[in-house]
């Protein structure tokens, strides 16, 4: 995406512009709007009742299915991170489990260290995908992007199947990861974009839950079928993802960038519930204006080098923040837990069978996901964030004094060998409420648009790298300060991870994405927690006195 592109995609902030010499050409023209607004005053009460946005069921659905058409393909993502799990006991032949001679692949078997690659390579492609998310999809649009990238699901499906040698496994697996991350950032942005604010966290919070979904579906269709078998019927998901995808429509806000604003108010039309076209001309004005005052911009900062978007407040912060969230998810321990589970539950002697506790742990990790998505549009993200954080720390504490008293004494904690079980599986429950959720939300919704494909493919790379290098160095970590300091680790990397999202993460539930920026772009600001949200009245009636780009269009449509 060239120079002009970004600046005239990027909103404008009144701040940005009070600095710059230019600013005297558009203060020229105040006087002029002044008198036209007097005029307006009639039309002025109309838009005002046009910002009163409706909050019904029918406004909502619409949404709700654009929404469901893109979580096919997360979900498709999603089987791709749960397929080695099943797979690696068919495919090892050293495996001493009893299922191995039930389900053993005769067609292809592969050594430990071909095995460690397996399981590995999806995580070191996914970055990848990550960082050329953005630059490849933004000319290309939201939903285009998303129809393209069904295909070479269906192909690593299918390569999987057939799959007679380690080079095929492993493009499957590279292929499944490079395209879950270019998926970041137009599944991300077309979240943001297309939502009200009201439900903007409750449908975002619906991609993770959508990923942890498709892991589980794997656990689960592992039990009775071979994974040839499962991969064969995993094709389904993203053919009906192609499907979904045709009959959405574009993010409104990339037409506009692209001043199709024909097309852009037939979108909102579709995603305000069917609406007549007047119904949408207060939020298809406020928008276009938006851009229109970006070109504005473009003339005044001409020179400016397109890496400066990436230094101002507007990015630093929101990538900072975010950034952090996914090293405390990561590095909080729930990320290792959910890899080593098996393992660790049968070193600390769970009651229950490791499988099955780990079966147990994907099952709360679920429920985790759903019930914070329940609870957003009630609570916010942020009062989540801190139980969730807080919470995960508590949990890790307690399983960390267990193993300390075991190793020590272990007739103290001898009838309490559930301990670990409960509390290890709470901890990933509380995690998943929304610390493991959290970042993932949060990139729709704090980048400015210019840049928000690039920053979001750029952010959410760092999950998966940070991941990567918890897992890696999980059995260093172990042999440095054993499982009691292990656990105790990750008990103060969550509890300092709660003090700084507390600290400097702001309410962003229900907020408005202009008020957001606005509130990154203020340096005054940068820990206070509430972001001031716009008063639509005063905003009609200020905005065009003091920056005449931002006139409201009285055009009754332009369909």
């Not at 496994?169 to 137009?186: F, I, N, R, V």
């Not at 943001?192 to 839950?209: K, M, N, Q, W, Y």
């Not at 190793?407 to 009838?415: M, T, V």
């Amino acid at each position: 995406m060239n120079q002009d592109t970004r600046e005239r995609t990027e909103p404008v902030l009144i701040s940005d512009l009070q600095g710059d010499h230019s600013i005297q050409s558009v203060n020229g023209r105040i006087a002029s709007i002044k008198e036209s607004s007097n005029q307006n005053n009639n039309n002025n009460g109309i838009n005002e009742f046009r910002t009163k946005s409706k909050k019904t069921f029918k406004n909502a659905l619409p949404q709700i299915l654009a929404v469901s058409a893109k979580n096919c393909l997360l979900l498709t993502y999603g089987m791709t991170l749960g397929l080695p799990t099943i797979a690696i006991p068919a495919l090892y032949s050293n495996s001493v489990s009893n299922t191995t001679s039930v389900r053993h692949d005769d067609l292809l078997q592969l050594n430990k260290e071909q095995i460690s690659w397996f399981s590995s390579i999806n995580l070191i492609c996914v970055p990848l995908g990550c960082m050329i998310s953005g630059t490849i999809t933004q000319p290309f649009g939201r939903k285009p992007s998303m129809i393209a990238l069904t295909l070479p699901f269906i192909l690593a499906w299918l390569l999987f199947h057939y799959a007679s040698t380690v080079t095929e496994l492993y493009l499957a697996l590279a292929l499944c990861g490079l395209c879950g991350g270019l998926l970041e950032a137009p599944v991300l942005t077309y979240v943001a974009e297309i939502t009200e604010p009201h439900i903007r966290g409750v449908l975002a919070a619906l991609s993770s839950t959508t990923v942890i979904l498709g892991s589980i579906s794997q656990f689960i269709l592992g039990n009775f079928l071979h994974w040839r078998k499962i991969v064969l019927f995993n094709t389904i998901v993203p053919i009906v993802a192609f499907i979904s995808l045709l009959f959405i429509p574009e993010s409104p806000h990339w037409l506009i960038t692209k001043g199709r604003i024909v097309e852009a108010e037939k979108s909102l039309c579709w995603l305000r519930g069917w609406v007549q076209p007047d119904a949408v001309q207060y939020e298809l004005s406020m928008l276009s204006k938006s851009i229109a005052l970006n070109e504005e911009k473009v003339r005044m900062k001409k020179n400016k080098k397109f890496y400066s978007f990436y230094l101002r407040r507007t990015f630093l912060l929101p990538y900072f923040i975010i950034t952090a969230s996914f090293f405390f998810a990561s590095f909080g321990g729930t990320s290792t837990l959910q890899v080593y589970a098996v393992q660790i539950f049968e070193t600390l002697g769970s009651p229950i069978n490791g499988y099955t506790s780990t079966l147990v742990l994907g099952i709360l990790q679920l429920m985790g996901g759903i019930l914070g998505l329940l609870l957003i549009h009630w609570t916010g993200k942020r009062p989540l964030a801190i139980v969730s954080t807080l919470g995960s720390s508590l949990c890790f504490f307690v399983v960390s004094a267990y193993v300390f008293i075991k190793q020590y004494n272990a007739e103290i904690i001898l009838n309490v060998n559930w301990i670990p079980l409960v509390f290890l599986n709470i901890a990933a429950f509380m995690s998943h409420v929304s610390i493991r959720l959290l970042p993932w939300m949060l990139i729709g919704e704090v980048y400015p648009p210019n840049i928000r494909g690039q920053a979001s493919g750029a952010s959410g790379s760092s999950s998966y790298i940070f991941s990567f290098i918890a897992n890696k160095s999980y059995f260093m970590v172990l042999d440095c300060i054993n499982l009691s300091g292990t656990f105790l680790l990750y008990a103060i990397v969550s509890l300092i991870g709660c003090l700084m999202l507390y600290t400097m993460m702001p309410e962003t539930e229900g907020v408005p994405l202009e008020d957001i920026q606005n509130h990154f772009a203020d340096k005054t600001k940068t820990f206070t927690m509430k972001i001031e949200r716009s008063d639509k009245i005063k905003q009609k009636k200020m905005w065009s006195a003091t920056n005449p780009a931002l006139e409201l269009d009285h055009t009754e449509t332009h369909i």
